[in-house]
Structure formats: structure tokens, C-alpha cells
């Protein structure tokens, strides 16, 4: 993945939140009190951004098998609310050493 594409990538994150952002403003006139509605505009911006990742995580390895365990490793630390370094470097560890035993068997 070269610089371009992830500049493009988010950009296109933030024009697509910022759309909707914009629209609710614009749109509603008075404040929004359904639970519903405000949780989706609260976890829309995540939303976007694990559907645009999320494929190139994937993808990200030389094994579709390593980067599936690194997400795995990764999704279970982020679960018991472990620190965004903690889970990016435990994940990374566990995607080499998984590429390391594949290229021993």
C-alpha cells in the first residue's frame, strides 16, 4: 500500500463521517433524543474505518494465515482493554512469529 492510497483512504473516512455529520445538522432542526439515532452517528467514524482497514490488514502479511492470527491476538487484547501499543505490538509479534513457524514446516 503506497502513501496515496492511504492519504486517499482517509480522506475518504473523513468526507464520508463528515457527510453525515453535516447532513443531520443541516437536515434536523431540533436536538436528537432518540437513543438509536445518536448511537449510530457515535459509532459511525469506527464503522468506516474497520471497513476500510480491515482488508488490508488482511492482506498486510505474506500469509492470509498469519495476518488472521494477528487479528485474532489483536481483537482479543483490544476485548480486555489492553493499550493500543500493547495490542499493535502483540499483534505484530504474533503475525512474525507465526510467518517463523510456517517457514520451519
Known amino acids: 500500500m503506497n502513501v496515496w492510497e492511504v492519504v486517499w483512504k482517509i480522506a475518504l473516512m473523513a468526507g464520508i463521517t463528515y457527510l453525515c455529520r453535516a447532513l443531520t445538522l443541516v437536515l434536523v ?7 438509536r439515532v445518536l448511537s449510530f452517528f ?11 482497514v480491515f482488508p488490508a490488514v488482511l ?3 505474506a ?5 488472521v492470527v494477528g487479528t485474532v491476538v489483536a ?3 483490544s476485548f480486555f ?17 507465526t510467518e517463523l513457524l510456517m517457514s520451519l514446516v
Open 29 to 35: 432542526r431540533k436536538k436528537i433524543t432518540n437513543v
Open 42 to 52: 457515535e459509532y459511525l467514524p469506527y464503522g468506516v474505518l474497520s471497513a476500510m
Open 59 to 61: 492482506y498486510s502479511s
Open 63 to 67: 500469509s492470509i494465515i498469519s495476518a
Open 75 to 77: 481483537v482479543i487484547l
Open 81 to 97: 482493554k489492553r493499550g493500543l501499543l500493547t495490542v499493535a505490538l502483540s499483534a505484530t509479534a504474533a503475525v512474525f512469529l
